[in-house]
């Protein structure tokens, strides 16, 4: 059987899209805390839970709290990254302690805004609804609300 010009264009093409959404699910992970926060800058906000283990009291029930508000932390561009202080390089871990002015020994919660400024710091976990209303009084955050 003999596939025409027209065909293998049409083949290549559907392989072509057909794999576009693999390629960008294997996007790199930024290598630090800086470089992800500086990748995130002006397209997404930034929401770090630092705690010193993965068992941290506070830490889990943060993300309990966050697990039924997948929806709503999409709908604000919200990046939910964990920061796990025992597992942190030299770099990171310097990173929160100076430029985030975070205590290593305890849980903390820091909002990022997509200006790359910090717009909110806890020491306890955060319902959800206070975190929402928080975004939403943003500027940029009113400017995509009247866009949708």
């Given at each position: ?53 993965s068992t ?34 030299a770099a ?57």
């Open positions: 059987m003999r596939i025409s010009f027209l065909g293998w264009v049409l083949v290549l093409g559907g392989l072509a899209w057909f794999s576009l959404p693999l390629k960008a699910q294997t996007k790199a992970v930024p290598t630090s805390l800086a470089t992800l926060l500086k990748t995130s800058r002006w397209q997404k906000r930034v929401l770090l839970l630092c705690a010193p283990t941290d009291a506070a830490l889990l029930r943060q993300r309990q709290l966050l697990s039924a508000a997948r929806p709503q932390l999409d709908a604000r561009d919200l990046l939910v990254h964990e920061v796990l202080l025992d597992n942190l390089s990171d871990k310097n990173y929160v302690t100076e430029t985030l002015r975070t205590s290593g020994a305890s849980f903390t919660v820091l909002l990022i805004g997509k200006d790359g400024g910090v717009k909110r710091r806890e020491t306890e976990p955060v319902m959800p609804v206070s975190l929402f209303k928080t975004i939403d009084v943003m500027p940029m955050r009113q400017q995509e609300m009247k866009k949708q």
